[in-house]
């Protein structure tokens, strides 16, 4: 059982290029987030999508655009990626329920020079 | 302010110590989370929690819903404990969470 798997691990962009970060489950959950977290600060959240089909704007949406493909996949796109985006980024997965809990991806370390 | 407060930021300990760590809240929530984060890793849930306490192994979660305040605790710590631990709460109404910063744990052998 993967739970959730994200790619790129690592990554290295120059300013103004594009890349997707890719996440994918396996648990029929519903709900899927993408975070990033910074040195200093706590996990903040950029988009979610409570169900297939939908997608909501988080705390930190600006620079980001999301995909939801389909219940298993959620991808975070940079359309012109800045060095102030430079971070450790996670996907996660729930069902829409209030006593259950999240299940994170290993992280994706951007960096944008 | 933070909703979500923890301390002590950073704790360092002896192997074979008893732990505790905390986290504070300033909203009505559903359920509060405990998780892991080892250095360079991936992010763990450890604990659940809406009332009353939960064990697991040497970690023990406790949760005062009328205080708003959390409590995590290492029994006989042991070096591979050393981490990130990460509180997060799920407001009422809300299938968000907040996070705190972390407590870094380091327990030298």
């Known amino acids: 059982n993967a739970g959730v798997t994200q790619t790129p691990k690592f990554q290295v962009l120059k300013t103004g290029q594009s890349m997707t970060l890719q996440c994918a489950q396996d648990m029929n959950h519903n709900s899927m987030y993408w975070y990033r977290q910074d040195p200093g600060m706590g996990l903040r959240l950029i988009y979610y999508s409570a169900s297939e089909g939908t997608t909501d704007k988080g705390e930190v949406p600006n620079g980001y655009n999301v995909s939801r493909l389909n219940k298993r996949e959620f991808s975070l796109r940079l359309e012109s990626a800045a060095p102030s985006q430079t971070s450790v980024y996670f996907c996660?997965?729930?069902?829409?329920?209030?006593?259950?809990?999240?299940?994170f991806g290993s992280g994706t370390r951007l960096t944008v020079v | 302010k933070n909703e979500v407060e923890q301390s002590p930021q950073n704790l360092t300990a002896q192997e074979g110590e008893f732990i505790t760590i905390n986290c504070s809240y300033s909203v009505g929530i559903s359920a509060l989370h405990w998780l892991q984060q080892h250095p360079g890793g991936g992010i763990v849930s450890l604990f659940m929690l809406s009332s009353g306490k939960k064990k697991h192994g040497r970690l023990i979660a406790t949760i005062n819903i009328q205080e708003k305040h959390s409590s995590l605790h290492i029994t006989a710590s042991h070096p591979r404990d050393s981490a990130v631990y990460i509180c997060?709460?799920?407001?009422?109404?809300?299938?968000?969470?907040?996070f705190g910063k972390g407590n870094q744990v380091v327990v030298i052998p």
């Open positions: 996660a997965s729930s069902l829409n329920r209030v006593n259950y809990g999240y299940t």
């Open positions: 997060a709460v799920r407001s009422q109404g809300n299938n968000r969470l907040a």
